[in-house]
């Protein structure tokens, strides 16, 4: 799961930004945003500064949110207030299919028809 998420937050161009659950859904995910943030804690070297949180909000506390801010302005993403501009800046991802794969449905044996 973690290489999936990996991927998907290489992808992700300078000046651009993506949702944890936006990340968690291109990596074959749907649903799992938590993961998201664990798979960026896992590793060093990756762009993790553009995964926010959903509307653009930098969920980071204090210095660490500072600091990724600051990381995104440097590449020239505009900010409303506290929040990144989405409309400009948010990465759309390829469709893909998920990784999730559904349970097999059973399939009801048909009883022979009788004539009457």
Do not use: D
């Amino acid at each position: 799961m973690f290489e999936a998420i990996w991927r998907a937050v290489r992808e992700i161009p300078a000046g651009k930004v993506a949702t944890y659950g936006s990340v968690a859904r291109a990596a074959g995910y749907p649903g799992a945003a938590r993961q998201v943030v664990w798979a960026l804690r896992a590793t060093s070297g990756l762009p993790w500064h553009r995964v926010v949180a959903a509307g653009g909000r930098i969920a980071l506390p204090a210095a660490s949110g500072m600091e990724q801010r600051m990381r995104l302005e440097f590449e020239g993403v505009r900010f409303s207030g506290t929040r990144v501009c989405m409309s400009q800046h948010e990465f759309k991802f390829p469709a893909r299919k998920s990784n999730k794969t559904k349970a097999p449905t059973k399939r009801r044996r048909q009883e022979p028809r009788t004539r009457g």
